[in-house]
């Protein structure tokens, strides 16, 4: 078992972060693109409808990266504490993330690219509100380490080890 996150890890640990942020918040060019598509026909792709399409083939890739890097680097033994609940929800909390940074772009990319119209709303629906919230959960537990049970748990995402 690795003692902690590489160089490697941490980067892309932050840089998808950042451009989750950046899809999660700027996506009103995407969803008004496809509100006309589905109104009047195809028209071109605008900027901003392309800017969302990147990022979220990016995050893909860089997932896909992060996972293969799980498998053989391996990543460092959740912390030990007394509730052993709370240490299952931290990696069923790491697992629903995965499965949301993949499952997001790939309905994304099906509904636009694929002609699976109604997994459009699958991904601006309750895929997009299940992000959002195991995201708020995941700073929560973050902050609920580094405050109250200050046990340098935020260190590991910052410093390789
Ligand atoms: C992790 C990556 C992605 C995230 C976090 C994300 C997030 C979002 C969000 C927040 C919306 C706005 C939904 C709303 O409030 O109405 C949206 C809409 C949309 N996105 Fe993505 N997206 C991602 C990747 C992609 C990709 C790669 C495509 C491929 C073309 C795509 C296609 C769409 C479409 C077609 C819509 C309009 C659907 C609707 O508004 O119902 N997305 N996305
Ligand atoms: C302020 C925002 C954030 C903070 C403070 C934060 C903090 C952390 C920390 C400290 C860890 C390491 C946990 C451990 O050592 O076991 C971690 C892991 C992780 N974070 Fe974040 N994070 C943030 C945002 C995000 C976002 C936006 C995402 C993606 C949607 C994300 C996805 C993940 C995943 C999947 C892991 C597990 C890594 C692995 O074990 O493979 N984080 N985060």
Redesign the pocket.
Known sequence: MVK??SLT?IAL??V???L??FNLIFSDGMTHLWYQIRKNGPMPTTTGAWAHIIVGVAILVLVGW??AL?FTRG??E??HNDNALLEKA?DA??IL??L??IGLPVTGLMAFYGGFTSLGSLHGGILKAL?WA??GL??V???Y??FILKDG??????KPG
């Open positions: 902690g996150f890890q640990h932050w998808v972060a950042g989750i942020g992060r996972l799980r990543v460092p959740a912390p931290g909390g790491h993330l995965y949301l940074m992000l195991v995201i995941h700073v537990a973050a902050f380490h580094h748990l935020i260190n590991r995402m910052r």
